[in-house]
């Protein structure tokens, strides 16, 4: 059976990943979490700028990679290529086990929530709801019957989207082309329609909230916490890796998608921000729910519940298509290259899809939505997420060192500078989220260390790698 995907996306879908996947429901909540832990416009917005940044000098180390080797799988790629195929199947599987799939299901729960402002969404009565619980030791309790009538629409729209992919890779480009141009279209107007309300006031983008302080260490310990919530904001860029074996002319389209598509967000990002701020000062904005809507009340003078929960649904629906597009071609490749059951590397003979990976994807996720219990999960992963960012930036210089001679047309700027800072970032991250994980775990703030729990996650792929190992032909 043939194992060649079809090149099917240009520089515009490739675009619309990089948005699509960066842009989901955080930009309408998160900022007013961080309003409050810094509590100054000025730090606020220095922070979505450095985080993409950061951001940018990961992606251009992405795209040499990608533009050395444009081939599906991305990141499981590169990996494989700098330390052997056992370090890339401990990503793989960590983001098959949990990290991709967790994040797809809770991105449709996002949606399906949302949906329920416009849709009636029945639910069983608490005690039915609570009459099922599995137990998880130091993890969860997982209530399957719990908001049993959004996690049914969650695993609708996982379905339909898992169908639409399994069909046709060029429809699946075309709803997340639509999805990403009304999102980022419907941002505009919310940026546009407040800005030029004439009901703010340019002096809260100098004013601080009352009793503000920050000095020194505290002011680096709330600008790191925020640029945590940043970062959630930024990530997903990578996707569009996972896709390059079916990029028209992927040494080209694949770096500009990226540079184009994350300094699209960053400006959107800092520009939505600036909006909420003009009509909300930076205490005030501390203090919001749900920020967009009461931004657009006060600005528009009425209540923007129902326009900000279609911009959510809009955006998580999006955001969970891309997810599953992009993601299903790490199964694709790891079953591709034997380190996974080989049917999931086969392309439809029909459609031309990695039909099996999709669905693998989907059925998943779907469990996960069942469970419930994929935001703790999430959580404990996100740690692992980071380990793998810095082994792909390091391997990033071994391959420098490795293959000098390498074609490579396109070479991250600021090198050796640039990619350095971001390696010395994540060290950072992972070191005080380690060290944060431990002490609220210490000070019973926390039922178990997430960071080592999702060490030992991974780890327990190792098993299975060598089952796939002896089975190779």
Same mark, same amino acid.
């Given at each position: ?63 040499? &990679? ?192 990226? &540079? ?214």
């Amino acid at each position: 059976m043939s194992r060649e995907l079809k090149k099917n996306i240009g520089l515009r879908p490739a675009i619309s990943i990089v948005i699509g996947s960066v842009i989901g429901a955080g930009i309408f909540m998160k900022p007013a979490t961080m309003a409050g832990q810094l509590g100054s416009p000025t730090l606020l917005i220095l922070v979505w700028i450095v985080a993409g940044a950061i951001s940018i000098f990961g992606a251009m180390i992405y795209a040499e &990679l990608g533009a050395m080797f444009p081939e599906t799988g991305g990141p499981y790629v590169y990996l494989e290529k700098t330390y052997g195929e056992f370090t890339a199947f401990l990503y793989g599987w960590s983001t098959l086990a949990v990290i991709n799939t967790a994040a797809i299901a809770s991105m449709a729960f996002v949606a399906a929530d949302y949906a329920g402002y416009f849709l009636h969404l029945p639910r069983f009565a608490p005690a039915v709801e609570s009459s099922i619980k599995l137990h998880i030791p130091y993890i969860a309790d997982i209530y399957p019957l719990q908001n049993f009538g959004v996690k049914t629409l969650s695993i609708l729209i996982i379905a339909l989207i898992t169908a639409v992919n399994y069909l046709s890779t060029r429809s699946g480009n075309f709803i997340q082309y639509i999805a990403t141009i009304l999102k980022t279209l419907a941002l505009l107007l919310l940026i546009g329609g407040i800005l030029f309300s004439g009901k703010g006031d340019t002096e809260n983008f100098f004013t601080n909230a009352p009793g503000f302080h920050l000095r020194d260490w505290t002011v680096f310990a709330a600008f790191m916490a925020a640029t945590t919530g940043a970062f959630s904001s930024y990530d997903g860029w990578y996707n569009v890796n996972m896709v390059a074996g079916e990029i028209k002319d992927p040494r080209r389209n694949l770096t500009k998608s990226l &540079l184009i598509g994350l300094l699209a967000c960053m400006a959107i990002y800092v520009l939505t921000n600036l909006a909420y701020l003009y009509v909300l000062p930076v205490g005030q904005m501390a203090g919001s729910r749900l920020v967009a809507a009461d931004a657009m009340e006060k600005a528009l003078g009425m209540a923007g519940g129902g326009f900000i929960a279609a911009m959510i649904v809009i955006s998580a629906f999006g955001a969970t298509h891309v997810n599953l597009l992009a993601n299903a071609r790490i199964v694709f490749a790891m079953g591709e290259n034997r380190t996974f059951f080989s049917w999931a590397g086969n392309v439809h003979p029909r459609f031309r899809t990695p039909g099996n990976s999709v669905l693998v994807m989907g059925v998943w996720s779907s469990l996960f939505v069942l469970s419930g219990s994929f935001d703790v999960l999430a959580d404990m992963f996100v740690f692992m997420a980071w380990v793998f960012y810095g082994l792909t930036a390091v391997g990033f210089f071994i391959l420098r060192r490795k293959m000098p001679d390498a074609d490579r047309p396109y070479k991250a700027w600021g090198y050796p500078v640039l990619p350095l800072l971001f390696i010395l970032f994540t060290l950072f991250y992972l070191g005080t989220t380690l060290y944060n994980d431990i002490s609220n775990y210490n000070s019973g703030k926390a039922p178990v260390i997430n960071s080592v729990f999702g060490l030992l996650l991974t780890a327990a792929g190792i098993p299975l790698y060598w089952y796939f190992k002896k089975q190779k032909p």
